[in-house]
């Protein structure tokens, strides 16, 4: 049991140090500098170049990432030389934003598709069936850079229902901070929601098909209690590990929504710091990123035992 979760977190150190190593690659063959970015236009070579020096910018890159390396793994992640602040102090300061609509987005789609999948699986290719599923496949062809504007012009702009754009946070009311989290949360939700479903429909359809549902069925068990008693918790393997798997991947991938709705989160930190080339923060954000992957996958490989008692006796025998 020991050997392959070692095995596990060091193919994971593997895939941050990969990760890292290549964000500070891509970063260095864009035009320009961060120095050209901190003076400004009017900056002189002369300047620019006594800045490179003093942020380590005239080493070689290996020498930079290394030194980056070495005080990453002793918990300091340096400063951003366009703002000064501590990389770990910015991502603190940004997180809440992206973890709120991360876990709104995900908590909406499952509601959503579960709901769905079951209105489907119950009676696979009829009417309702077939309209759910058309619903879905416009849900999953519509990204969040093209939900986002629909969604502001109909419920900002025509109704007047949300505010455009701008973050209240939660010390300044529930009711404000919801109203500015709606919207974004919606855009980022309509295409998890069309994948849940997809996923946990087929699996359903598969589950009610097996040989102890039909048991339960001839024991005069409600067709309700038999889908979410005994067929709804062994067919969500695999719809738990796409939710685990699309939370790591929200948490960094906000970026688009958090630019289109002007939100301080840590999607637009990251796009602005790439903008600037700004290396320290953008590493810094990876490597952030690809940690909670890697705790969130080891959570969801945990969660097994809890969604299926057969997993629990497998793993004792």
Sequence with gaps: MVLPVVRRVGRSLLVVLLVTMGVTLLLSLAPGSV????????????????????????????????????????????????????????????????????AMALVLALAVAVLLAVASAVRPGSPVDRLINAVSSVFLSVPAFIA?????YVFALQLGWFPVTGWAPAGDGIGA?????????????????????RLLRTDLIGTLGEDFVGAARAKGMSGRYVMFRHALRPSSFSLVTLAGI??????????????LFTLPGLGQLLASSITSRDVVTVQGIVVFIAVVYVVVNMLVDLSYGLIDPRVRKAAKA
């Design 35 to 102: 120095a050209e970015v901190v003076l400004g236009p009017d900056a002189t070579p002369e300047t620019v170049k006594a800045m490179e020096t003093q942020l380590g910018l005239d080493q070689p890159l290996w020498a930079q990432y290394w030194d980056w390396l070495t005080a990453a793994v002793q918990g300091d992640l340096g400063n951003s030389p366009v703002t000064g602040q501590p990389v770990s102090t910015a991502i603190v300061e940004r997180l809440p934003v992206t973890l709120q609509l991360a």
């Design 177 to 197: 901070n919801l109203r500015g989290a709606v919207l974004p949360t919606v855009a980022i939700a309509l295409t998890e929601i069309a994948a849940f479903h």
């Design 148 to 152: 986002g504007p629909v969604l502001i």
């Design 246 to 259: 699309n939370l790591g991947r929200l948490i960094g991938g906000t970026v688009i929504v958090e630019t």
